[in-house]
């Protein structure tokens, strides 16, 4: 899964592969990342590729489901070492981290072949959004994505919009990438970053 | 000019950093470019660092100062030599170019510094951004800066949005990249890739 420049032509399918290009411009060795939504661990493994051996990754979710997926895929690809697992909710964020942090990553709704009736919820996502604001290092971003197609999806993309609409420019650049050919209820990513 | 992954953390302060970010990932040394709007140059002399010695890149503008402002720049960084310059309108860049592309790059609106009497039109760049699907490489991309803050904003707006928006997925996959905590007249980014 190493990112060879030469030869690695990433499809911008959607929001994974646009964030997981965000990811590798932003996350250098010896950093320090939180994957707020684990899930399949997916983005967990390369944020712990990206920080290298002196890095460090917190990774959070609620389901056990989720965490044994996520420590499953690490294991598999030897690096488990660099990443804590948290088995709490990303509420839980300021309590467990206090390093500044060069990226953060949500992705909202249920867990992807998991129980659909368990998905974030707006107040957890909220506080955990402002605990990661707070601990964002000098150019540091939160790369966030949106599934409006889900029941609760409604009230995410009003949470994340918002959120992301009052902050002060230029302390933090804001943007909605998404596509524009596709349906209206297709995930997008906003994307935070600090200023330095 | 050079990037070096390791210590440079760009700002995504607007679309200028965020269309380089794009480019760092998706142009590499042998590739083939076009600067359809070149202006001061500075996305030309990105793309003649990018495409290396065996690459080539072409830049068109219809302007004469534009045009010298362009050839300064590249003759600064000793990389005039796998630029060709074309003073004449994007228009024809299907007459002037016969290979597969893997970047194609807009500045819509007027030169920056320049005469803002001199806009691109919506006509010119609605064939321009044809000609340059129809020569881009599998994995290739537009990247469009609209600016909706001047005169002929609007149209250009309606131009470059409702042109990506036409577009089949996955045959392309096409992006609107803005800021979301800025005035609503700030320009921004549509990015489409052709898929592989």
Redesign the interface.
Same mark, same amino acid.
């Given at each position: 899964m190493s990112f060879d420049? /030469?030869h690695d032509?990433?499809? /911008?399918?959607g929001p994974v592969p646009?964030t997981h290009?965000?990811l590798? *411009? $932003?996350v250098?060795?010896g950093d320090s990342a939180v994957d707020a939504t684990c899930g399949n661990g997916n983005d967990t493994l390369l944020l712990a590729e990206l920080v290298g051996p002196t890095g460090r990754v917190w990774a959070f979710d609620i389901q056990q489901e989720a965490m044994e997926s996520t420590a499953r895929n690490l294991a598999a690809n030897g690096l488990p070492d660099r990443v804590t697992l948290v088995a709490q909710g990303h509420e839980t964020l300021a309590g467990q981290v206090n390093t500044p942090l060069n990226a953060v990553v949500f992705n909202l709704g249920y867990l992807p072949g998991g129980d659909r009736g368990i998905i974030t919820r707006p107040e957890t996502t909220g506080a955990a959004l402002e605990q990661a604001l707070g601990l964002l290092a000098p150019?540091g971003i939160v790369a966030l994505t949106v599934y409006p197609g889900h029941g609760g999806g409604d009230a995410e993309r009003r949470l994340a919009?918002g959120w992301?609409?009052? /902050? *002060?420019?230029?302390l $933090? *650049?804001?943007?909605?990438?998404?596509?524009?050919?596709?349906t209206a209820d297709a995930p997008y990513v906003?994307?935070v970053?600090k200023?330095?």
């Amino acid at each position: 899964m190493s990112f060879d420049p /030469l030869h690695d032509i990433p499809l /911008l399918r959607g929001p994974v592969p646009l964030t997981h290009l965000v990811l590798r *411009h $932003f996350v250098r060795s010896g950093d320090s990342a939180v994957d707020a939504t684990c899930g399949n661990g997916n983005d967990t493994l390369l944020l712990a590729e990206l920080v290298g051996p002196t890095g460090r990754v917190w990774a959070f979710d609620i389901q056990q489901e989720a965490m044994e997926s996520t420590a499953r895929n690490l294991a598999a690809n030897g690096l488990p070492d660099r990443v804590t697992l948290v088995a709490q909710g990303h509420e839980t964020l300021a309590g467990q981290v206090n390093t500044p942090l060069n990226a953060v990553v949500f992705n909202l709704g249920y867990l992807p072949g998991g129980d659909r009736g368990i998905i974030t919820r707006p107040e957890t996502t909220g506080a955990a959004l402002e605990q990661a604001l707070g601990l964002l290092a000098p150019g540091g971003i939160v790369a966030l994505t949106v599934y409006p197609g889900h029941g609760g999806g409604d009230a995410e993309r009003r949470l994340a919009e918002g959120w992301a609409a009052k /902050l *002060h420019a230029p302390l $933090f *650049h804001a943007w909605r990438m998404g596509q524009i050919n596709v349906t209206a209820d297709a995930p997008y990513v906003i994307l935070v970053q600090k200023g330095a």
